[in-house]
């Protein structure tokens, strides 16, 4: 460069290829890294009026950036499983929910999430069985995996945990029926359209302090919304 | 202007060596590879070393070889870039070349590790501009969620590492705004001094930036932070890897800090020219003094309290977390300690600036000189003694409260006596209103509101409302963005014509102003209102009632986006493609630093050192002499009185 | 070079003529100004007058906006006249001398008095309203050293996690609730903690707020005055649903609140057995609750 003198044209150019570049470099960075969003599984209204929807929590989703993370597959009307938490429900509508659960369990942090909230009839089917309050303490002993949370609704839906040393535990995700797991089903009504944050409320963030941290505070796996439309 | 005052230099051999191997010659391109080679090295060691912890093993990412990466990236840089090759030859006994204080006319030098304190000051000027637009930009990302109270734009993690990123980015370029660019490229100038005490300190201070930068904005691609710029512990040990680079990256910057700190407090000290006693220092040099005593005694906290976070999170020490005998309060107050002085080390160069350049378009003397310099150091030295007024509501010791109240306002005195001084200096005064002169008028204005809702914020009782809100929010822009930024860009159109040689164009100068200083207000102003009415900062959703208010902010904050794309595209457009030449002392000052041989100022700056013997804002004293008699080339006083209108 | 005389315009004189000018419409305008404050915006300011707190804050608010008005004139006026007068109009040398002022010991005087004056004055203000109504509705930490006058209190312990607000009410069985409803005319007695990181609780038309820790009880006080809804909002960034972690609760009639408190004490009687005892902080265990982080075999619990 030392010498150079440059024409008036060239510089003119230079620093309009450089502003080009700078603007190119910006969309870039929305597009390619801060747009980025786990899918949306719709799930549409079937003619009976209500709507099922699928899913299983895992211990370890097996795909993406982060296959050590816990997280969540949510199944489409083809039956294909995808790896998120975002999901698109019609309003006014009651939501069958079939849960898969693969993962094992622990303690709450807060022990009033043992109670089933939010659902038709106050209880959730735990293997077939109704349960309104769970106990960490005195069920079968592989405490609670997860809870399936959203708070403007009032859900609040805790899922026992499988045994982690079980002979054919899901080690990696999507699961399958014929791996360890509990079958978890519910009922709730969508009510209004909006936007609808869920959690979960067991400390499931495995290396992160008090588990709170990585998947709990990532889309896609233990933390979502539910778009009702 | 071939001047070798051959001091220590043989910058003419420099040169030619240069042209022999420009490819292996140390520059900015060497530091990046030297950078990703100890980068590479330092996580392989973290993994080797930390690779089998529980918590590595659970959570799948390890936060000890981002660490150490970091660390050997930043050895490995300073390397690349030639920084250690003068000292170590030194220690070795051996007779180095300066090659580093290089006079060349080409841009490379500024990619290159040079100690020429005006090489360092342009540095700086595009470094920290880099900075400010990179986080503003991140700003309208805030604002573009905003625009509704539940339709979203980014994810709410997405979301919080934008918030973080802005925050801590706009924080750490604060606090060398005006003394990297001006208090480097000026001072020296101003006292008439041939160089800085600690060149190499002073180039250092420079190259931690863009290594920082780059660090800080890599963790948005780690999964960012999402604990903001005060990243509270416990909350920051739950983050994940990229809570590593916010560590790193302040921490980098506070090195930065240090480095410029004792630097320039050095040499204002020592580096005066004969006759330039304390009692005609430059306003701007008093500023910086305080500057610098309040950074070299703030710095090392946060430099603490990160090393301890950094601790907590890789070695899984627990002094910021409760059950294991430490304290999440231990962080708040390491924070703050560091926190708060900041706030104010922001503020200072604002002022400095402002008192600096008000005389010269007042044509009179500052308004109680001794009360400016005074008010400055009573802000550095007070400090230091509020910073718990940020945990009012953390259940700190409950009767702590009311002393904190009262050290924090009386900090209102000491930045009162910046108004006095800026109206005195108005008091029957001859002023033009000039670019420069109008960003310093903005400061008034501006800082004005900061400064009213500052005795809001500070009053516990109301604390309890506004705390945490949006008023908080707004207040603090008004006091950072409305101060010290409006100073940073009128300090830019003020010495343009010294820095580059060019002249800029009043007429864009002003629309630039009136459109900043209008979008600004109407996009800080009503955030008081809609702090007071119930927002939290920091969240993506909120009240449905607010979004008529919000809009209005987002929409003035585009239009504020607009001003500053404007600023820079004329700007860079003046000083790369129509080159105006400026003529000599453009604005009239008495100040040293314009009654140099040259635009840009040669590489020493003064063929032979100046002795002072008049003071700098003697303007309305029509048979005051220079300040110095100090022989230029072509003096012309009267061409320049032409140009002025 | 003849010499150089400065116009009447900026003389003496004309700068006292000036002042006075200032002064006088300052003084006008400022009184106009504040009782507009006072009056007309006063009682519409945050955050209301739900409770004694709120109420409180809303006067302390009004007070200081009001004692701003004059203070924003007075430098808006000071420029603004500097500016108009003595510009440099079109055509003029801008660089020839202005006054020679390069201070005025009354003028200085009088600015330091006055602004020492008036920051005492706040702080003493500050400090009076945050004693007297019992910490003014901020955390006061585990031990409040003002308190309200009474022992006839109702305590509520605010529970923040990521990312909900629980309450436990130790008067009614111990029971925890994700809702929160409240007696009018009762003096209130918030402990505020923390399950994991740092939350607040904002109440903001209670005029309440108190960082809740972990490991720490936090304390605050209101009356409740009027019924009607209040915000909580959580105000220490928490982490991904910071800006989702917010609840609305009620003041009701006290019957209705007798009534809602032993509905749910009924209704909770099985999930409250489970719940740990009653007690200012929890430290949950680490088996499963830890998240790995730290060893479990050093569970603080373990050896409780």
Same mark, same amino acid.
């Given at each position: ?29 929305v ?5 980025t969003?786990?899918?949306?599984v719709?799930?549409g ?21 982060h296959?050590?993370?816990v ?11 995808h ?19 693969y ?10 999430w ?12 735990i ?30 839906v ?23 797991h509990?079958?978890?089903?519910f ?11 869920w ?8 290396g992160y ?6 998947p709990m ?13 | ?24 010659q ?13 980068f ?18 659970g ?57 020429d ?6 540095q ?25 109270p ?10 919080l ?7 801590t980015?706009?924080?750490?370029m ?23 005490a ?9 190259w ?46 506070g090195?930065s ?44 906290v ?13 070695a ?10 430490g ?22 160069p ?9 005389p ?34 953390s ?36 002023i033009?209103l000039?670019?420069?002169m109008?960003?310093?008028l903005g400061?008034?204005?501006n ?6 809702t ?18 908080v ?7 950072i963005?409305?101060g ?6 009128g300090?830019?159109?003020?010495y ?43 969240v ?58 040259s ?13 002072v ?21 072509n ?11 | ?5 400065? #116009? *009447?315009?900026?003389?003496?004189? @004309?700068?006292?003529s000036?002042?006075?000018k200032?002064l006088?419409? !300052?003084? /006008? ?10 009056f ?17 804050a ?8 009001t ?16 500016i108009?007068?003595?510009r440099?109009?079109?055509? #003029? *040398?801008?660089?020839?001398?202005? @006054? ?10 009088? !600015?330091? /008095? ?10 003493a ?12 509705g901020?955390g006061?930490g ?16 605010v ?42 609780f ?34 220490e ?45 929890y ?22």
């Open positions: 460069m030392k010498g150079v003198r440059l024409s008036k044209g060239a510089r003119a150019g230079a620093l309009l290829f450089g502003f080009a570049a700078l603007i190119g470099l910006l969309i870039f960075g597009a390619g890294y801060l747009r969003s786990p899918p949306t719709s799930v209204a079937s003619s009976s009026g209500s709507v099922n929807l699928v899913m299983q929590t895992d211990g370890a989703v097996g795909v993406g950036p296959p050590s993370w997280g969540y597959f949510v199944q489409d009307a083809s039956g294909a499983w790896q998120t938490t975002l999901i698109q429900l019609p309003q006014n509508t009651d939501v069958h929910v079939t849960l898969y659960e993962d094992s369990g622990g303690n709450l942090r807060n022990s009033v043992s109670q089933v909230a939010g659902t038709t009839g106050g209880v959730a089917y293997n077939g069985a109704a349960e309104s309050v769970v106990n960490p303490n005195t069920n079968t002993g592989n405490g609670i995996a997860h809870t399936f949370n959203v708070p403007a609704l009032g859900i609040n805790p899922m026992y945990g499988v045994s982690g040393s079980a002979k054919n535990f899901c080690n990696t995700g999507p699961c399958n029926t014929s791996q360890a509990n079958t978890i089903t009922t709730f009504h969508t009510g209004g359209a909006g936007t609808y944050r959690q979960c409320f067991v400390p499931c963030g495995l302090l008090e588990g709170n941290g990585g505070q990532s889309l896609g796996y233990m933390a979502g919304f539910l778009k009702v439309v | 202007m071939a001047i070798d005052f051959s001091q220590e230099t043989k910058s003419g051999s420099s040169g030619a060596s240069a042209h022999k191997s420009s490819i292996f140390p520059s900015i391109i060497t530091g990046m590879v030297g950078g990703g080679l100890g590479l090295f330092g996580h392989w060691a973290g993994n080797a070393i930390a690779g089998g912890y529980q918590q590595v093993v959570s799948g990412s390890n936060d000890a070889a981002i660490v150490l990466g970091y660390l050997f990236a930043v050895v490995g840089w300073f390397a690349g870039l030639g920084a250690l090759n003068y000292p170590l030859k030194k220690m070795l006994g051996f007779e180095p070349e300066n090659v580093e204080h290089t006079s060349d006319p080409g841009w490379g030098k500024y990619f290159r590790y040079t100690t304190h005006k090489v360092v000051g342009v700086y000027l595009f470094g920290m501009l880099v900075y400010f637009f990179t986080a503003g930009l991140l700003a309208l990302a805030i604002r573009t969620e905003l625009l509704s539940v339709h979203h734009i980014w994810g709410p993690d997405t979301y590492e934008i918030v973080g990123e802005h925050g980015m706009m924080m750490m604060m606090t060398s705004v005006v003394l990297g660019p001006f208090g480097n490229y000026v001072i020296p100038l101003m006292i008439g001094s041939k160089k800085v600690f060149p190499r300190l002073e180039a250092a201070s420079f931690f930036t863009p290594i920082s930068y780059f660090i800080l904005l890599s963790a948005l691609w780690q999964g960012g932070f999402q604990s903001g710029w005060t990243s509270y512990a416990p909350l920051s040990v739950q983050q994940g890897v990229g809570q590593d680079g916010y560590i790193f990256g302040f921490g980098l910057q090195l800090m240090i480095c410029a700190g004792t630097n320039i407090v050095v040499t204002i000290i020592n580096y005066r020219a004969p006759g330039m006693t304390w009692g005609r220092l430059n306003v701007m040099g008093w500023s910086m003094v305080s500057l610098g005593f309040t950074m070299i005694l703030s710095v090392p946060l430099i603490d309290g990160l090393y301890v976070l950094a601790l907590d999170r890789t899984q020490t627990s002094l910021l977390y409760g059950p294991h005998g304290s999440s309060f231990l962080w708040e107050n390491l924070f703050w300690f560091f926190g708060h002085p900041e706030v104010y080390l922001l503020a200072i604002g002022f400095g600036m402002v008192a600096e350049i008000v010269v378009f007042a044509r009179k003397p500052v308004f109680g000189y001794k009360t400016a310099a005074a008010g400055m150091i009573g802000l550095a030295i007070l400090s230091f003694f509020v910073w718990q007024h940020h945990l009012f509501q259940g700190m010791n409950p009767d702590m409260r009311p002393l904190f109240m009262l050290t924090t306002e009386l900090i209102s005195i000491p930045t009162g006596f910046i108004y006095l001084v800026g109206m005195g200096t108005l008091w029957r005064a001859r033009r000039t670019v420069p109008l960003f310093m400061v008034y204005f800082f004005l509101f900061g400064g009213v500052g005795v809001y914020v500070s009053d516990v009782p109301i604390n309890v409302t506004v705390h945490g809100s949006f008023f929010m707004a207040h603090f822009h008004y006091t963005m409305g010290v930024i409006f100073a940073f860009f300090a830019i159109y003020y343009t014509p010294l820095v580059t040689g060019f002249q800029l164009s009043e007429k864009l100068g002003k629309i630039h102003f009136w459109s900043m200083i209008i979008a600004f207000n109407s996009t800080f102003l009503p955030l008081f209102a809609v702090g007071l009415l119930g927002q939290p900062r920091r993506f959703e909120y009240a449905a009632r607010l979004q008529t208010l919000n809009d209005w902010v987002s929409i003035s904050s585009y239009v504020l986006g607009l001003s500053l794309t404007f600023f820079v595209v004329t700007w860079m457009w003046q000083i790369v493609v129509t080159r105006k030449k400026s003529v000599r002392d453009p604005w009239s000052s008495r100040s040293l630093e314009w009654h140099v041989d635009y840009p100022p040669p590489a020493y700056n003064f063929e032979t050192i100046p002795v013997v008049a003071g700098p804002y003697e303007y309305a004293d029509p048979d005051a002499l220079p300040m110095a008699d100090i022989v230029v080339a003096a012309g006083r009267d061409v320049a009185r032409e140009n002025v209108r | 070079m003849a010499r150089f005389v400065l #116009e *009447d315009s900026r003389s003496e004189e @004309a700068g006292k000036a002042l006075v200032i006088s419409v !300052w003084a /006008v305008v400022s009184i106009i100004g504040m009782a507009l404050v006072w007309v915006l006063g009682p519409h300011l945050a955050p209301g007058t739900m409770t004694d707190q709120a109420q409180g809303q006067f302390d608010i009004k007070f200081v906006s004692l701003v008005v004059p203070v924003l004139l007075f430098v808006w006026f000071f420029f603004g006249y500097s108009m007068k003595w440099v109009r079109p055509g #003029e *040398d801008g660089t020839l001398p202005a @006054a020679n002022l390069s201070g005025n010991s009354k003028a200085q005087g009088a !600015w330091y /008095v006055i602004t020492t004056t008036l920051v005492l004055g706040l702080a203000f500050g400090t009076y309203f945050l004693i007297a109504p019992a910490g003014a901020g006061e585990a031990s409040p050293i003002w308190t309200p006058g009474t022992t006839k209190l109702l305590q509520v312990q529970i923040a996690q990521q990312w909900r607000f629980t309450y436990r009410w130790p008067q009614f069985g111990g029971m925890e609730t994700t809702g929160i409803e409240l007696p009018v005319n009762t003096e209130i007695e918030f402990n505020v903690t923390s399950l994991d990181v740092i939350h607040d904002w109440a903001y038309q209670l005029g309440v707020k108190a960082d809740a820790n972990p490991d720490y009880n936090n304390v605050a006080y209101t009356k409740t005055l009027a019924t009607g809804r209040f915000t909580v909002r959580c105000d960034l928490c982490g991904i649903w910071h800006g989702a972690m917010y609840n609305y609760g009620t003041v009701v009639s006290q019957q209705q609140f007798e009534q809602w408190a032993t509905n749910m004490e009924q209704q909770n009687a099985s999930v409250t057995k489970l719940l740990p005892k009653y007690s200012l902080t430290t949950p265990s680490y088996s499963g609750a830890g998240g790995g982080y730290y060893n479990t075999s050093v569970d603080p619990n373990a050896n409780l």
